[in-house]
């Protein structure tokens, strides 16, 4: 997951922060919202109405310090990719994360 959110920063296809990612949503330009895990119930509870409503599929990950991390920030709460086939990247990463534990 870090690559691709590095490579999504890289080619500018990352938005973070709480008013960055409201308003890619507004523009329908968000294809995935990253929550930390451990952000504010009112952030996790606000960014999973808003991806219902615009069609936007949610995904908790990581903690705020290392979310941060991957993306070359102290703490990051609330992400955005506005890129497709980097969802569908990621997704495969997930998946193929989830077959490798189950054989583990």
Known sequence: MRGILGLARRAGR??????SCRKA???GRARLIILAADGSERTQKTFRELGERAGVPTC????????GRWLGRDRVAVAVITDAQLVRG????????????KRG
């Open 14 to 19: 990352l938005v973070v922060g709480d008013q």
């Open 25 to 27: 949503l507004a523009r």
């Open 60 to 67: 908790r990950v990581a903690s705020k310090v290392e979310l």
């Open 90 to 101: 990621l997704k495969a990463v997930l998946a193929g994360a989830g077959d490798e534990n």
